[in-house]
C-alpha cells in the first residue's frame, strides 16, 4: 500500500511559478530579506580573522521616532533559552543580541563579538567580545554566553532547542545525562573578553547559529535571583540588545523603548516601539488605513485590495504549514487514519481559497528555499506526498475506525481540531472542518485557545489533531527535519522511527552531500508514516507605509529586525 510514495514525481508547474516569484522579486528567498531604504553595509576583511564594520549614512529622520506594531498576543517565553515561539523570538531579537547579528541583507553582521578567528580544521572558533554593558550598566562577558549555553544544555532548563548546540564538543552528552561535568562540553571562557568553541564535525552554518535568540547571552545573577520565572515580566530581564522592554500590559500591549547602553546605541534611530495586541483582521487593517499601525502582516482576505499597491511587499517564506498529529492518541496512533486525513485534505484548493494564491503547494516538510547539492533540495527529494482521493480516504477512513474499535459517532465526540484565536485561525479551522464533513463524513468541533495554551496543549500531548507551521532557522534542511526526531524538544506529533533518527543523526555529523541524501531518506520516511501532512508554503505579505524606513525582513531566522528601521515622514 506504501509503495506508490516512492514514485519519482515532480510537480514542475509548482516549481516554475516559485521560481518565477523569486526572478520577480530579484530575491533570493533563502538568504535575502526585503530592506527599505537600507543603508547599512558590510565589510568582510578575511575569514580566519573577520571583522565586521558598519558604515552609517545618517538621514534627515522626524523628531519623534516610534514604530507602531501588531504583536498580535502576549509572547508565550522571553527566556531565551527555553523560548521556542516566532513572537517571542521575533521580540527578544529587538532587546537581545548574540555574538552576531544579521545585517539587512541576510549576511552576518556585527554582534557582540568585535572579531572571531577559525582554526584552518574549521573546528575551534574563538569569539572576542567588544566593550558592551548590558541595560543595567554592569559589563557583559564570555561568562555571560558560557552560563546562557550551558543553561539550554542543562537537561533541568527543558530547553527545547537544546540540540540546536549539538555541533558543540561534548554538548549532546551533557544535555541527555551521559556526562555531569560541564567542563567536558567544548564551550570555555579563556577570559572575560574571549570565548573559544569546539565542535564536533565543521558546520558551515554555525556562525550563523550564534545569532540565534538560544545562542543569546543571559546575565547569571538575574536568571538565578527569577529562576524559572525569569522571562515573565520586563523587570524581571536585563538586555543587551537594541531595545528595552518599557512596559508590558499583558493581553494589552508591550512597549519597547531604545536601550541607551547597547553598544552600537548611535546606529539605533527609533526612540520605541509601541506594540499592540489585536487579533480582529478588520480591528487591524482599519488601524492600518487610519495610520495607527505602520506596518502589518497583511491577513489573505485583504491581498487583492492592496496587491497592485506600492505599499504592499511579498516574499516566499522559509516555512511550512502542516496538519500535525497527535500519534500517541487513540485515533491518530493509527497510520490508516493519518492517511486518510491527509488523502481527504486539498493542499491546492487550500492554496487557492485560503492563502488566495500567496504561496505554493507543499511536495515535503522542506520548503524548496533551503538548499541542498548545490540547489534547491527539492530537487534532491524524491518522496512524493499523498494526493487528494477522497475515495480512498473514505475507504481507508472505515478501516481505521474498525481497527480502532471506534464508531464515527464516537471518533466525532473524541476528536477536536485544534486552532487559535482570532480571524485567519477560524478560516483555517473552517476549512479542515468543511474538507473532512464532505470527505469523511464527521464535523469535528473547533477547539480556540491563545498562542501560549496551544502550544502547551502540543507539548503535554492533549491534542487529537492540529493545524501547525515551522520555520527555519537557518538555511540547511536540517533546521526542517530535526524537529521530528524521538523526543525531540519540538516533537510535537510525539511520533517515533528509529531509522528516521539515524538518518538525522547521520545529517548532524555528515559532511557534503552524504548529509543531504541522508535528509533525502528522512523525507522518504515522513512521506510513508504521516505524523505531520505538509500542506503549503506560505509567502509573507505586509503592506508597510512609505515613511517607515530600513525595516529588514528575513525568511529565516527573526521575522524583523528594528534596529535600523526609522521613520520620514
Known sequence: MKGWFYKMKRRFVSWIVLVSVLLGLNLTACDKPIIEDSTTKEKQIDKTHTEINMEIIEPDIEEQQILRVNWGSDPPDLDPQTTSDQLSMWILNSVMEGLVRLNPDGTIGTGLAESYTISDDNLTYTFYLRDAYWSDGTPITSHDFRYAWIRALNPTTKSNYAYQFFYIKGAREFNCGEENDASTIGIKSLDDKTLEVTLNNPTPY???????????????????????????????????GPFIIEQWIKNDKLVLKKNEMYHDADAVRLDGIKGYMIRDNDTILRMYENDELDFINLPPEFINKYLYSNEFKSLPEATTWYLMF???????????????????TDAEAYVNVIAQNSGAVAEGLTPPSMTGKGHSFAFDRYSVLPGYDTDYASILFDEALAEIGATREEFSRDVTILSEIGDTWNRRAQFFQSQWKENLGVELFIEQLTFSERLKRYDTKNYEIAYAGWGGDYNDPLTFMDMLVTEGGHNYTHWSNELYDEFILKAVNGIGYDRIDALAEAEVI????????PIYHPNKNLVIKPYVKSLAIFPIGPDYDFKWTYIDK
Open 206 to 240: 554555525f556562525l550563523n547559529l550564534t545569532s540565534f535568540v538560544t545562542y543569546m547571552p543571559v546575565q547569571n545573577q538575574t536568571a538565578n535571583l527569577f529562576g524559572r520565572e525569569y522571562g515573565e515580566t520586563a523587570d524581571q530581564m536585563v538586555f543587551s
Open 326 to 344: 497527535n500519534c500517541e492518541n487513540k485515533y491518530f496512533s493509527n497510520y490508516k487514519m493519518r492517511l486518510a486525513f491527509a488523502l481527504a
Open 526 to 533: 515522513i512521506a510513508q508514516e504521516i505524523p505531520v501532512y
